[in-house]
């Protein structure tokens, strides 16, 4: 990439003082401009609104053949929302992509050369990408939820965003893949490298879990509900379990992993040579 073209990325709009406005449209033109936000978060949309159906239907095709254990066991507001295990991961590459992508470009020294103070361009990236994420990934899950509801129609086993908690789920991971776009944007900001820092959010939401489960069961019912991933997509879980917590405690609980780790990711930036 071009001086001139770093330039323009990071020097803020018109002439004057320096403003928390443009460092935030600074950012948001270097998102909007790279074609792997474009991919990567297609990936995420596809994986969203396409897996949920798709398991939604097989359902419904097969209803018939299903025993009356099966149908009860059958939870159609996750169905329609399990697209959401594959959407975190890509959620979670762009995360890290934020950030790690200007450091592997050198493009990191134009923004703070323009940013000296370094913490905006942190606020500024966690801020613009978190309001994609949310802005996407919730239009996407209700999306999901009202594609594998209908496909569901004919088993007379759907569900409605009327229903107790059903609102709350659809949003909820919304929310949750939000956070994981926060948690992955200080990763990648700590590590400064994209196949570590991807790797680190890889191990955290999805490796560590299966590690607990390996634990014993008094440990591991005791570790296991206050894991980031676990704790987080408790707010999209509707059915009542002793292993999970409460919807919104869990919830805060991974928004206080994802406040320590923006944290640290501060103060390692202010710290740290660009």
Request: hydrophobic share 50%.
């Amino acid at each position: 990439m071009s001086t001139d073209t770093m330039h323009r990325f990071t020097a803020p709009a018109g002439h004057g003082r320096l403003t928390p406005t443009r460092v935030l449209h600074s950012e948001w033109v270097k998102l909007r401009t790279l074609r792997s936000t474009f991919f990567t978060l297609l990936a995420a949309a596809v994986a969203m609104t396409g897996m949920g159906p798709l398991f939604s239907a097989l359902t419904a095709s097969h209803w018939s053949e299903m025993s009356v254990a099966e149908r009860a066991s059958v939870n159609p507001t996750a169905l329609s929302l399990i697209g959401f295990f594959l959407s975190q991961l890509a959620v979670g590459v762009m995360g890290v992509l934020v950030v790690s992508g200007e450091y592997s470009t050198g493009m990191i020294r134009a923004t703070f050369s323009a940013v000296p103070r370094r913490l905006p361009v942190l606020w500024a990236k966690a801020t613009v990408y978190a309001a994609v994420t949310w802005g996407l990934m919730t239009a996407m899950s209700l999306t999901a939820f009202l594609a594998g509801q209908a496909l569901m129609s004919s088993t007379g086993a759907g569900a409605s965003l009327s229903d107790p908690g059903v609102t709350r789920a659809v949003l909820g991971t919304g929310l949750y893949l939000t956070v994981v776009g926060l948690l992955s944007v200080a990763v990648g900001t700590l590590t400064r490298n994209t196949a570590g820092g991807i790797t680190a959010v890889f191990g955290l939401l999805l490796v560590l879990p299966e590690l607990v489960k390996a634990l014993p069961s008094s440990w591991s019912d005791r570790i296991g509900p206050y894991l980031p991933s676990n704790a987080g997509h408790a707010l999209a879980v509707l059915q009542s379990d002793p292993h999970i917590l409460a919807p919104w405690t869990g919830f805060t609980v991974f928004c206080l992993y994802a406040a320590v780790a923006l944290g640290g990711a501060a103060v390692a930036l202010k710290r740290r040579d660009a």
